[in-house]
Structure formats: C-alpha cells, structure tokens
C-alpha cells in the first residue's frame, strides 16, 4: 500500500512506536489521525509534525462506545481512514499468574485484545469502501514464544495474532490488506505508560540483544504495510526466537526462562 496521499489513524500515537508511526508516516506524505489515551501526550506529538497533517483523538480503545463515535470525529478533520495500526498496548507487573489480581489480568485482556478488536470492528466496514485499505495490528513476539512473568500480556498478544491472521483468511479477496507485526524488544516507555517501575539498567545489558530504536521499528512496520505483509518480525531477537520457536518449541521456552531469570520483581 502506497502511504503518500493516504490517510492512517495510530493507536498509542503519543509515545514510542506509536510517536515514530506518526512522524515518519506524515513525512512520506501522509496524513494521521492520532489516538491515545493521554492527551498531553498526544500535543507532544504533534509538535513534533505538522500539525496541518494531523489530528488529536483522546480515546481509551478500551471503551467501546467512545471507539464507536472516532470515525466521523476522524472524517471531520482529515477525511475517511485508508490504513490502521493498531499500536496501542500495555504490559503486565513481571509477576507470575498465580500471584496475579483478576483486575490485572481482564486489564491487560481488555486493552490489549478487546481494544484491537474494538478499533477494528468499527473501522473494517468503513475500510471496506475505500479503494485501497490496510490493517496492521501490532502483536509481540511475546504473542508465539511465552515469556515468565508476562503470560497474561503474552496470551493476549497471542489472541491478537490469531484475530489478525484470521482476518487475513476473511479479508484475502478483498481491497483491505492485513498484517500482524511481531516486535520484540523495542526502546519505548512501555513500561512506565503500564504504570510500572523501569527495569534496572543492569538488566539490559545482561541481555543478549539490545532493545531496538524506535524509529527503527516504526520504519520496519512501514515497510510491512507498504510490501502487504502477511507478518513481520520486527528486531533481531523477534526473528531469532521465531525461528528458533519454530524449529524446537520447548528448547525457546526453555531458552528464554534462563535468560529472563532474575527479572521478576
């Protein structure tokens, strides 16, 4: 799908992957419109753009209802939607689940699965009429290889990558192309936007791959969406642990629970 002369909305527009989805989309002659939950964040953004190119939508994804009135707020600034990414997501304290709230667990369940869900079953129809049409729901590599301490984020961007690939099946025929991105570690404030305390820093470097930049990922997704991508890993350790996760399932799991060791808190 071309980006020039199209019009995208970001979900999570004000931070990280989200912010650089939006920066590098304006600058390949695109317009967006921005959703996020935090407004002040989203003003940031798009100080960083021209404004002229943008529009601000403050919308928890979560709630259906506000989701349902985004496409005529959206038609009224920068016209009908072409393309949707469906960034926005949150993480889970690095707790097991036998120590995890059910308020925590339905949380993470309801944003991260219910909120793609929610976007895109009000914006599919609309997709539908345009000429040309895309979805990109953006996964984790934590949504195929399971990570301690995250198997309740990990199980909800497992649910996402099974709408999106089921998606694709419904939507082969159509005008609308479909890609689920799989990111792994990426530079981004996700952890505090989660509301949770920032790993140590010696616990990056005892990581094998460092996190990605974010304009990097944002560049990657990009690419995906312009190629029509059935997936895409995004970042060295994605495409090493999908390969691997592929090749001996229980060797990557077993692989990832001595790397994370320790991280728990």
């Keep these: 799908m071309q980006i020039s002369n199209h019009s995208f909305l970001v979900t999570g527009a004000g931070s990280g992957i989200g912010r650089e989805l939006v920066k590098q989309l304006v600058n390949q002659g695109a317009k967006v419109a921005m959703v996020d939950i935090h407004e002040s964040a989203l003003e940031e953004t798009e100080s960083l753009v021209d404004s002229s190119q943008v529009s601000k939508h403050v919308i928890d994804i979560s709630n259906r209802e506000s989701v349902k009135n985004l496409p005529d707020q959206i038609s009224s600034t920068i016209g009908p939607v072409d393309g949707s990414i469906n960034n926005a997501g949150i993480i889970q304290p690095f707790v097991d689940v036998n120590d995890l709230g059910f308020d925590t667990i339905e949380k993470i369940m309801t944003v991260n699965f219910y909120g793609t869900v929610n976007m895109t079953k009000t914006f599919l129809p609309l997709l539908l009429q345009r000429p040309e049409g895309h979805i990109a729901n953006i996964a984790s590599m934590g949504g195929f290889i399971p990570f301690p301490g995250q198997t309740i984020y ?4 497992a649910a996402v990558k099974i709408f999106t690939e089921g998606l694709y099946s419904e939507l082969k025929n159509t005008n609308v192309g479909v890609t689920v991105i799989f990111p792994g570690a990426v530079d981004t404030n996700i952890m505090s936007n989660s509301g949770l ?16 930049p974010a304009p990097d990922a944002a560049a990657q997704i990009i690419t995906a969406i312009e190629r029509n991508k059935f997936r895409a890993t995004v970042g060295k350790d994605s495409r090493m642990l999908d390969l691997l996760y592929r090749f001996n399932p229980k060797m990557a799991v077993d692989t990832i629970v001595k790397k994370m060791s320790g991280m728990k808190h």
């Design 197 to 212: 305390k920032q790993p140590d820093a010696s616990d990056t470097e005892k990581s094998s791959f460092k996190p990605l």
């Design 154 to 157: 990990s199980a909800s961007k």
